[in-house]
Nanobody, 117 residues
Framework: QVQLVESGGGLVQPGGSLRLSCTASGTIFSINAMGWYRQTAGKERELVATITRDSRANYDDAVKGRFTISRDNAKNTVWLQMNSLKPEDTAVYYC???????????WGQGTLVTVSS
């Protein structure tokens, strides 16, 4: 069983930056990809970014060029650096991990990011 703990959300003004962190524990040998998703009230949870164990990254078009995903396999941690934040980035952000067959192993508890002046 994999467990995820995430942190780093908060209130920031438009144009500001935040860094989210997510650390995995448990049966970490099963983990291939790590990723970040976000969700607002009444909306579908959507992909933000994913990164494989060998650091191949993919981003949603809405965040490409502004957000950067990274990971440290020794620390079992994934980060999401968010720059040039916009009000439409406001959401609860969740990290997750997937195995080599792309099955979701776990979700983090969520951290709220609010972008407002």
């Amino acid at each position: 069983q994999v467990q995820l703990v995430e942190s780093g959300g908060g209130l920031v003004q438009p144009g500001g930056s935040l860094r989210l962190s997510c650390t995995a524990s448990g049966t970490i040998f099963s983990i291939n990809a790590m990723g970040w998703y976000r969700q607002t009230a009444g909306k579908e949870r959507e992909l933000v970014a994913t990164i494989t164990r060998d650091s191949r990254a993919n981003y949603d078009d809405a965040v490409k060029g502004r957000f950067t995903i990274s990971r440290d396999n020794a620390k079992n941690t994934v980060w999401l650096q968010m720059n040039s934040l916009k009000p439409e980035d406001t959401a609860v952000y969740y990290c997750n991990v997937r195995d080599r067959l792309w099955k979701v192993l776990a979700w983090g508890q969520g951290t709220l990011v609010t972008v407002s002046s």
